[in-house]
């Protein structure tokens, strides 16, 4: 290649995916820029969410339509058939043993033990809670090590062209890359939770706004990319 390259781009547009994919062709995406000498940068016409998110933290610089959107950093888990937040699940243990403990003080209060009647009651409330949700939540010390695991990720990936083994370009008030993670990864109440350019910014991440030129192109390609996937998804469907 004669020419100089200064900047590979990559146009994003996955709603989500499996973080350990995301993470490996965020990080080829990223030595294939360095072998060019170039930066990777990530192009976003309409969105790219949670394991999407993460993988756009490998680049040098994210630029953003007005209408673009990241998400947050949320891995989700199968449970009952239904896909949730690992961190939704964190928090239901949570609730749940802040119950019991309620009723406990609510029985012991004023005594010093508790009396026959109300032992069977809270011992057949705690039951019932058990056999009903406790139960299902046994692997949730594997649900905290999935959060965990995603922060990992998510700073490694941010250490590479964004911010590479430094933590003083940071933008916006992020005091480190651990902030930046912490906020992508739980501060978010909803996994379907939008992160505009601006809000991206704020994060501390390394995000432009794309003029309305280079705007309209986006988003007509967005729009014909849409096109061909619905086509090869029916043709799938019919095969």
Not at 52 to 69: F, H, N, P
Not at 92 to 109: K, Q, R, W
Not at 196 to 201: E, K, N
């Amino acid at each position: 290649m004669s020419d100089k390259v200064d900047e590979v781009h990559v146009i994003l547009h996955p709603s989500g995916g499996d973080p350990d994919a995301a993470y490996q062709m965020s990080r080829v995406l990223y030595r294939f820029g360095k072998d060019l000498k170039a930066r990777a940068v990530y192009v976003i016409p309409r969105y790219a969410k949670s394991a999407a998110t993460l993988m756009a933290l490998g680049g040098s610089e994210v630029k953003m339509t007005e209408i673009a959107e990241l998400g947050p950093i949320d891995p989700q888990v199968s449970f009952e058939g239904q896909w949730v937040s690992a961190k939704t699940l964190k928090s239901s243990m949570t609730s749940i043993l802040e119950a019991m403990v309620d009723i406990l003080n609510g029985f012991m209060e004023g005594k010093d033990r508790i009396d026959e009647r109300a032992e069977k009651v809270l011992h057949e409330t705690v039951e019932a809670l058990t056999d009903s949700v406790v139960s299902r939540f046994v692997g949730i010390g594997e649900y905290e090590s999935l959060i965990e695991y995603s922060k990992h990720l998510a700073k490694d990936l941010l250490s590479l062209g964004m911010f590479p083994k430094e933590s003083g370009s940071l933008g916006h008030g992020a005091a480190n890359l651990d902030e930046i993670v912490d906020r992508l990864t739980t501060s978010y109440p909803s996994h379907g939770m939008v992160i505009d350019h601006q809000a991206a910014a704020n994060l501390g991440l390394k995000v432009s706004k794309v003029d309305e030129e280079v705007e309209d192109i986006l988003l007509k390609v967005y729009n014909n990319l849409a096109e061909l996937f619905r086509r090869i998804d029916t043709i799938g469907s019919g095969l």
